[in-house]
Structures are given as C-alpha cells and as structure tokens.
C-alpha cells in the first residue's frame, strides 16, 4: 500500500500528468503483457490455450496481468455459465490499437538482440 503524499507517489502522479511514454510504459510494461496482447491480438481465447502459448508464466501472474489489461480496457473477459465453467478473452477495439506498438516493439528488439547482452 502506498502513501498518497509520499514523494513517490508524487513523482509518479505528475509525470503521468505530463509524459505520455511514462503511460505507455505503465500499460506494457512487464516481461508477459506484450505477449499477452500479441496472442489475444491473433484471436479471442480461452485461458488454458493463453497458457499454453506463453508456457514459462505462472498461472498467478497471467491472472494478474490479465486482469490489469482488462482493468486498463484493452482485454474483455467473457465468462460462460457452465460446467466446468468456460472463459475466454479478447482484445477490446481499444486493445486492437497496441498490436502495431507492440509488433513495432519485436521488430526493434529483435535488430537490438546482437548488439546488447542483456543480463537474465
């Protein structure tokens, strides 16, 4: 929980206020929510075949960012009253706006991959 007037929160509250990039950031960023987009942006899918596409995230976290994406408006979630009980999610049309960013982003990474040895 962080302190609404702490010189942290400050900071951040202004420059969402003023940079746009700061934003940007803030919805993509993270190691799984460019994969997420870039999936849900091929098709709306059930939770298990998400998964399956992005085998190294644990359920907890998919979960968490799945519902970070939706709480943003970029993923809809549609839960189907059955049993066993069947959900599948799809990018908003808002959401269909990140998939050029995001392709954008790979093609970028990928040129950069050679020429800087990221630490694991």
């Not at 950031?25 to 942006?41: C, D, S, T, V």
Request: glycine share 8%; hydrophobic share 40%; with cysteine.
């Amino acid at each position: 929980m962080k302190k609404e007037s702490s010189t942290n929160t400050l900071n951040a509250q202004e420059l969402y206020e003023t940079c746009g990039m700061a934003i940007a950031l803030r919805i993509l960023g993270g190691r799984w929510k460019p994969g997420i987009i870039w999936h849900l942006g091929h098709s709306r899918m059930r939770y298990s075949q998400l998964k399956a596409l992005i085998p190294n995230i644990s359920e907890r976290m998919l979960v968490q960012q799945l519902k970070e994406l939706e709480k943003y408006g970029f993923v809809e979630r549609f839960a189907f009253p059955e049993v066993p009980p069947r959900v599948e999610y799809a990018l908003t049309d808002e959401g269909k706006t990140l998939i050029p960013i995001v392709q954008s982003l790979n093609e970028w990474g990928n040129g950069q991959r050679e020429k800087i040895k990221l630490p694991v």
